[in-house]
């Protein structure tokens, strides 16, 4: 008796040709009609199509702080829904395998309750968990599991971590997504990857393969990828609408593959549909590379160039031929830009809302002229350690981007309370004033900028030779102001 037990328990939860043939096998038992009905039940159920692909497995490495005994920390939770987590699990088993464990006898209208409601229901309430409650949900039930790989849950992939192996996460996800609508996901539109720099180029393979409708991917400080795959991820994600390559110092340029040109019709040329890009720290990006991207990204409207030091007034000149949209730029730290290139990005005119060039240090009065003349409606600007920037140039800016609400000009020796003087004046509306390190800067200028920039919500003068007083003063009359100062007399 104990070895037919033993028999009969170690082959449930496989399937029903084998429990069939055990029963058969044993003298004592014969089937009956009513077992081989729920034979033929379970045997279709087992026909689901979870169990059409190959298991998922775990993406973390089981050592990883967090994970123990296979599961996942509740301590990591987010809010945003549709992301993913470092595990994939396999769907839980159809019945408990251990002869010792038995099912807790429970009121029928307790396991009824929830059961009941459809699975659009289901799918509607999976929608608001965050992410690791999801894959929790997945080992529940046979139900559930399917439910909570429902695509309309999956729209982002979210993975971080130094260690986590993303090439074959990434893989394993794709798959798993690509179950009703093979090799492709339909669903998926956001691929956040920022940090994890064992990614290489197969990760951005299977992204650019499954991913056709991708919208937004997110690759900062993933250094192991090149151009070529950042060019097939552009090539065939024709919807890809937001691009972050920050840190990624291998990435020269953006382009199509040639496969991808050649395939173009004329009317469309090669027009990639980017609008958001982001080369921070690309920093062997040249004037040749912006050159193609400029030639290729025509859409542009956001584009961030911070310390790619190796571009000068050329490349600026070579963007404002082909982006005549952009209006947040960034060249900060890019030493070799002058009033020259600034005289490229005033071409912008009103289009231009955000301007960064801080610490490029070739830039003068009369770079700022240029941007103040032609780019009205200049909402933001920094350009601090812009050492060459004095009184005139702030004067000037003050005058013709009278909707100006964030300036920065720390580090500017050259200014002192008669820029300020005409800034306030003038820019009521401005909101951020950051006056750091700023050595002509007094208490007087202070007041009179808190006395007509009413709306005054920060306000930087770390290291400035400043009172008490004018402190107190700029308090009482812009109460939202949050002041960082140096002063150890004013709390």
């Given at each position: 008796m104990g070895a037919n037990n033993g028999k009969q328990y170690g082959s449930e939860g496989k399937g029903s040709s084998s429990i069939s043939s055990d029963v058969s096998s044993s003298t004592d038992h014969t089937p009956t009609q009513a077992q081989k009905n729920v034979a033929t039940s379970e045997d279709s159920d087992?026909?689901?199509?979870?169990?059409?692909?190959?298991?998922p497995a775990l993406i973390c490495p089981p050592n990883l702080p967090g994970f123990q005994n296979g599961r996942g920390s509740s301590t990591s939770s987010s809010s945003v829904t549709g992301e993913t987590v470092a595990m994939v699990h396999s769907p839980p088993p159809t019945r408990l395998t251990h002869p010792l464990i038995r099912l807790a006898s429970r009121p029928q209208k307790e396991q009824a309750s929830i059961e009941r409601l459809p699975d659009q229901c289901m799918v509607q309430i999976f929608s608001f968990l965050p992410t690791n409650q999801l894959c929790r949900c997945a080992r529940v039930c046979r139900r559930w599991y399917n439910l909570a790989w429902d695509p309309r849950l999956w729209r982002t992939i979210r993975l971080t971590g130094e260690t986590i192996h993303v090439d074959r996460a990434l893989k394993v996800l794709t798959r798993r997504l690509c179950q009703d609508t093979p090799n492709v996901c339909l669903m998926l539109?956001?691929?956040?990857?920022?940090?994890?720099?064992?990614?290489?180029?197969?990760?951005?393979?299977?992204?650019?393969q499954c991913c056709p409708e991708l919208r937004r991917l997110e690759v900062s400080g993933c250094y192991n990828i090149s151009n070529e795959a950042v060019f097939d991820v552009v090539s065939l994600c024709p919807n890809l609408e937001h691009l972050d390559v920050s840190g990624c110092s291998k990435v020269t340029c953006i382009s199509l593959t040639r496969e991808a040109s050649i395939k173009l019709s004329p009317l469309h040329g090669k027009q990639i549909s980017i609008r958001y890009l982001d080369m921070t720290d690309c920093f062997v990006l040249e004037d040749e590379g912006l050159h193609t991207i400029a030639a290729h990204c025509t859409q542009l409207t956001?584009?961030?160039l911070r310390r790619c030091v190796r571009l000068t007034d050329e490349g600026l000149r070579y963007l404002m031929i082909y982006c005549t949209s952009i209006k947040e730029l960034s060249v900060s730290d890019c030493r070799f830009v002058s009033d020259f290139g600034l005289r490229e990005i005033a071409k912008l005119e009103a289009r231009l809302r955000y301007l960064s060039i801080a610490h490029c240090g070739r830039v003068t009065d009369v770079g700022i002229r240029y941007v103040a003349k032609y780019c009205s409606k200049l909402r933001y600007l920094n350009a601090r350690g812009c050492e060459g920037i004095t009184d005139h140039g702030v004067e000037y800016l003050a005058k013709n981007c009278t909707k100006l609400k964030s300036l920065d000009i720390g580090k500017c020796p050259l200014v002192s309370d008669t820029g300020l003087e005409c800034l306030a004046l003038n820019c009521f509306n401005l909101k951020r004033l950051s006056l750091k390190s700023c050595e002509s800067i007094t208490g007087q200028g202070l007041q009179i900028v808190a006395a007509n920039c009413f709306d005054l919500q920060m306000l930087n003068v770390q290291d400035c030779e400043v009172s008490v007083e004018a402190l107190r003063f700029v308090k009482r009359h812009c109460k939202r102001c949050v002041i960082e100062h140096t002063n150890p007399a004013f709390f």
């Open positions: 087992l026909s689901m199509r979870t169990l059409s692909t190959p298991s539109e956001t691929v956040t990857v920022s940090g994890c720099r064992r990614l290489t180029d197969r990760g951005l393979y299977t992204i650019a956001h584009l961030y």
